[in-house]
């Protein structure tokens, strides 16, 4: 849990200049987040609402919800230990590799003694998926969900803004009594530092996830940061079409390289492969060398030593990644 994620530039500070390790665009432009939140700092001299009502029933409002089918997080990760809890009776499954916080999720609250022949599964779902990029098509999904339903499918959407491909909508899964859909403020405006996520699903599986979560795990600024990113809905990214494309001239410049070896992506972000040495020592190069932090992706279950990710940034930025690894494989 936490220990070994993406964005770890706090290790390393003023060393980095570009980072590749996130899989949002490091380069949104918050000014006026910043300046509206400095006007609202006054905020911080109260409680939050103890369950923050305000930008849920903005979020329904946008969504064509209501707010009972709709949980605000303290990002998508509070959502994913809250399913895990709720549901800590029923036997997952995990398809590897995949973001870790499930199996953490799992391992802290899974009664393993409940699994047995017969038992309910729940299912958990990263799509697109990180750390590969790749989606699930909708149709397969819907089909998926509809075949069982007694299974419960946790479907975590975090980066559908990144992507073009077709994915099940809010307005459509609440109609389905076993699937919750994750989403991602944090990923979709650029805001890692303030974490907002939210769930929407039938009334009566938020009514029942409402149990389980603290009061105030909202913090008062988020709340203020989430209203109004909703109002004014900035693209904190370039254009998506544009950004795609820039992100598959980037993975294709990695793969002429010799000794590299990068996966096809739906998304913003890419799964690579060393031939020789680990990604742990290219990573090590490349801070040292030339301040570009790099996911190592040694960590997620399935993946090797030998495994990075990166997601594409300005193209200046990428053709410096792309030189850099040329100067760690070739040197």
């Known amino acids: 849990m936490i220990e070994g994620h993406g964005d770890d530039i706090y290790r390393y500070r003023d060393k980095i200049r570009s980072n590749f390790s996130s899989n949002i665009f490091s380069h949104a432009d918050l000014s006026g987040l910043k300046a509206h939140l400095n006007k609202r700092l006054d905020v911080i001299g109260n409680y ?3 369950e923050p009502y305000t930008l849920e029933q903005m979020l329904a409002e946008r969504l064509g919800l209501s707010p009972r089918q709709i949980m ?4 998508a990760t509070e ?3 809250l399913i ?4 800590r009776e029923r036997t997952p499954e995990v398809y590897s590799p995949t973001f870790s916080e499930y199996e953490s999720a799992i391992q802290m609250f899974h009664n393993s003694s409940s699994e047995k022949e017969g038992n309910p599964h729940i299912v958990w779902l990263c799509n697109p998926n990180n750390p590969d990029g790749k989606v699930i098509p909708k149709a397969e999904l819907e089909r998926q969900i509809k075949a069982d339903f007694s299974t419960i499918y946790v479907i975590d959407q975090s980066y559908a803004n990144y992507t073009l491909a077709s994915l099940p909508l809010p307005h459509e899964m609440v109609q389905m009594p076993n699937c919750l ?3 991602s403020m944090t990923k979709r405006y650029c805001i890692p530092g303030l974490r907002l996520g939210y769930v929407t699903a039938v009334e009566s599986l938020i009514e029942q996830l409402r149990h389980f979560r603290q009061p105030w795990s909202v913090n008062a600024l988020a709340i203020e940061a989430g209203c109004y990113l909703l109002e004014y809905d900035i693209q904190n990214f370039p254009p998506l079409t544009e950004y795609l494309a820039e992100t598959q001239r980037l993975r294709s410049a990695l793969n002429e390289i010799k000794g590299v070896t990068v996966q096809e992506t739906q998304t913003n972000f890419m799964l690579a492969r060393l031939e020789k040495d680990t990604a742990a020592e290219m990573k090590e190069f490349l801070i040292q ?3 570009i932090l790099i996911r190592d992706a040694s960590n997620f279950t399935g993946l090797t030593a030998a495994h990075f990710r990166v997601a594409t940034q300005t193209r200046e930025e990428n053709d410096r990644l792309i030189e850099a690894v040329k100067a760690y494989v070739y040197r």
């Open 48 to 50: 939050p609402e103890p």
């Open 72 to 75: 605000v997080t303290n990002g």
């Open 79 to 81: 959502a994913i230990y």
């Open 84 to 87: 895990a809890q709720l549901f």
């Open 181 to 183: 859909l994750l989403h």
């Open 289 to 291: 060398h030339y301040g």
